[in-house]
């Protein structure tokens, strides 16, 4: 499986502030994603993130909010912008392996945001 | 779009029982059901997937079945022990789309005492 890191792995943050958070892994891969957990709950997928073009962005995402970055096969970064306490969640990434759609995921370690 | 319901919410088994856990899909096109676990404060693990052209299968003490017609699948946890405790979480790929995203279900909280 891929060797997936993110920065950083925790901040405390102030509301309006903006945060952006790196995801890379050890190899090329075809597929990256975005995910939420808020304390307690389910993952939340935010958006698929395209090498080369812009995001594809889930139901209640939008891209001012959540702009998403991938200017390669290894690394992406997912910017939460002008935040509120409501945003205080994990933020995981997450790649596809397989070479085709529905293949295995791995996460990365994830993001511990708090918003003060 | 495709919607995962998981049960129960919470599950607690004495050490050596078996645990079950359930979850329903909506979209027939679905193709991929991956489970996870996750041990708190960690990431989520891939313990075991199953694709829909099979419809069992098992990995030592943990086995996945796979139910089309009906649009359930279900984890199996033999002969658990005190470190199985973790959060469960099944998913279904959103294969009707061909994205490779994946949805979850609400999670299960297992707990085994010794």
């Known amino acids: 499986s891929a060797v997936i890191s993110q920065k950083p792995s925790r901040d405390i943050c102030q509301r309006g502030t903006s945060l952006t958070i790196q995801c890379q892994v050890d190899?090329?891969?075809?597929?990256m994603f975005w995910y939420r957990q808020q304390p307690g709950q389910s993952l939340t997928l935010i958006a698929t993130a395209n090498q080369g073009s812009e995001a594809t962005y889930e139901s209640g995402f939008v891209i001012d909010k959540f702009p998403i970055s991938r200017p390669n096969l290894t690394f992406s970064t997912l910017t939460v912008s002008n935040m509120s306490p409501e945003d205080s969640s994990i933020y995981l990434c997450s790649v596809g392996t397989g070479g085709s759609p529905g293949g295995t995921q791995y996460f990365g370690p994830g993001t511990r945001l708090t918003v003060l | 779009g495709e919607n995962v319901e998981q049960h129960p919410s919470t599950l607690s088994v004495q050490e050596g029982d078996s645990a079950v856990i359930k979850c329903t899909y909506s979209d027939s096109a679905s193709n991929y059901f991956p489970w996870y676990k996750q041990e708190l404060g960690k990431r989520p693990q891939l313990i075991i997937d199953?694709?829909?052209?099979?419809g069992e299968k098992k990995d030592q003490r943990i086995a996945v079945t796979l139910n089309k017609t009906a649009k359930h699948f279900s984890l199996h946890i033999t002969e658990t022990q005190p470190e199985d405790s973790a959060v469960y979480f099944c998913?279904?790929?959103?294969?009707?789309?061909?994205?490779?995203?994946?949805?979850f279900g609400q999670g299960t909280t297992l707990q085994v005492k010794p």
């Open positions: 190899s090329q891969v075809t597929m």
């Open positions: 199953i694709r829909s052209n099979v």
């Open positions: 998913a279904a790929s959103s294969g009707s789309s061909n994205t490779g995203k994946l949805i």
